[in-house]
């Protein structure tokens, strides 16, 4: 597409209804003096800025050291923006238009993955660079079918078919693909019987099931990595559970493979690396499992970094997808002291309210949260908690009892409350490192992203 059509479709028509283009008057946004071979794309699903701030704040208070993302920041390593990610029919997008938004270069509605409101499709951006000559992948905490990395992989009219889009993974040759998802894959779980593993495995990849099998997997051939039912456990849970610790790799482990498997590739690499779980903790208002997870992300920021500065030739793009849920430290005599607590907890929201069942007794109650949390709740709290449980009755846990139920009753111990459950339209954060970085505007919308990176890596 010539650009000038892309500012028309982009700009204008491509806005939601009842929108002001505040990019409509723009023409030229960057000239790029060089070129990159390879490009990292690091996105944290779902990171409102006080998710960003707090992770930096844990880490300081705990470790006595910035994130590595803030870090950045303080040694003048990055450029900085803002970008603007509505989709086209809401100001406040799903992660599917999202990241549509990026991978097709056009905004489409909320669930669809690369296809326009008329039937239009969208090349994905890895399929281009893949045809173009480049090792291609993604690498995900949730499904490896989910909307982040599908928006990048493939068009389709619904995210929800997961099944489906794990089939079209199946028809490519992208090089790395890992994360969650076993259920679309496996023989024994697809309604259609079909053993995608065994379609994968015959086109020559390495299939690997566990943190060990990934590990110990030839970087000489492509791989599929697929670790867990639904999305890979939190990372709170995982620090504390030696069984889940041993089955499923980090994402910074995910993202050193995929690079190595990658790199030696003449022509270079895109990769597309996905903190998806950030965004499920946030719907679940989930303060523990939301900032070990975003500071999991942290750690696959500095392994990108690392490649990078070595490299010389690798422009790193950092961003999330868009806010959800607000949360903030909340003033306070103690606010401080109360956030230090998220230092002692041991187990995600969900993990915690799965051990806890109808009829339990409240100092049954107290003891278990205080193991999971750090914290010892009230008796008065412990019953108030309880008796939703009771109200399920058999079967009650976290499919039954919000999340956000669990964080009430937490929140006078740790200062930290939530907007909402939901995505927001906030704009969000986006750093750019390496060669090209320079021109990042200050402010960039969501759609000129996929042509800024296709420029940056000659296409
Ligand atoms: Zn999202």
Known sequence: MKRRDFFRSGTIAGLGAGLISPFSSRSKLWELDRQVKNIIFLVTDGMSSGT??????????????????????????????????????????????????????????????????????????????????????????????????????????????????????????????????????DSESREDGKDLFAKFSDKGYSVALNRDEMLRSSIEKPIIGVFHRGGLPYTLDQMNDRALHEE?????????????????????FVIQVEAGKVDWAAHGNDLGAILYDQLAFDDAVKTAMDFAESDGNTLVIITTDHGNANPGL????????????????????????????????????????????????????????????????????????????????????????????????????????????????PIIMNTELHFYMLEAAGL
């Not at 190595?260 to 590739?265: A, H, T």
């Open 52 to 185: 960003f701030q707090m992770a930096d704040l844990l880490r300081r208070r705990m470790d006595g050291r910035n994130s590595n993302w803030l870090q950045l920041y303080h040694d003048k390593k990055i450029t900085r923006g803002i970008m603007d990610m509505s989709s086209l029919n809401s100001a406040v997008p799903d992660s599917a238009a999202a990241s549509s938004s990026w991978g097709g270069g056009y905004r489409v509605n909320n669930g669809s993955l690369n296809i326009g409101p008329n039937g239009e499709v969208y090349k994905p951006i890895l399929k281009k660079f893949k045809d173009s000559g480049k090792a291609v992948g993604c690498v995900t905490t949730v499904q490896i079918t989910h909307a982040t990395p599908a928006g990048f992989l493939v068009s389709h009219p619904t995210r929800q078919e997961q099944a489906v889009i794990a089939e079209k993974y199946a028809e490519e040759n992208y090089d790395v693909l890992m994360g969650g998802g076993l259920e679309f894959f």
């Open 330 to 441: 909340m003033g306070g005599r103690n606010a401080d002291k109360n956030f230090d607590r998220v230092q002692s907890f041991k187990h995600s929201a969900n993990y915690t309210l799965s051990k806890i069942e109808s009829g339990m007794s409240p100092a049954a109650a107290i003891e278990w949260i205080e193991q999971a949390k750090g914290i010892a709740i009230k008796k008065e709290e412990a019953k108030e908690l309880l008796s939703f449980f009771d109200r399920v009755g058999e079967g009650a846990g976290p499919s039954t009892i919000p999340a956000p139920r669990l964080a009430k009753t937490l929140y006078p111990y740790t200062n930290v409350g939530w907007a909402g459950t939901s995505h927001t339209s906030d704009f969000v954060e986006i750093s750019m490192y390496g060669p090209g970085s320079e021109k990042l505007p």
């Open 248 to 268: 499923v790799p980090t994402l910074a482990e995910m993202t050193q493979k995929a690079i190595d498997i990658m790199k030696s590739n003449p022509n270079g």
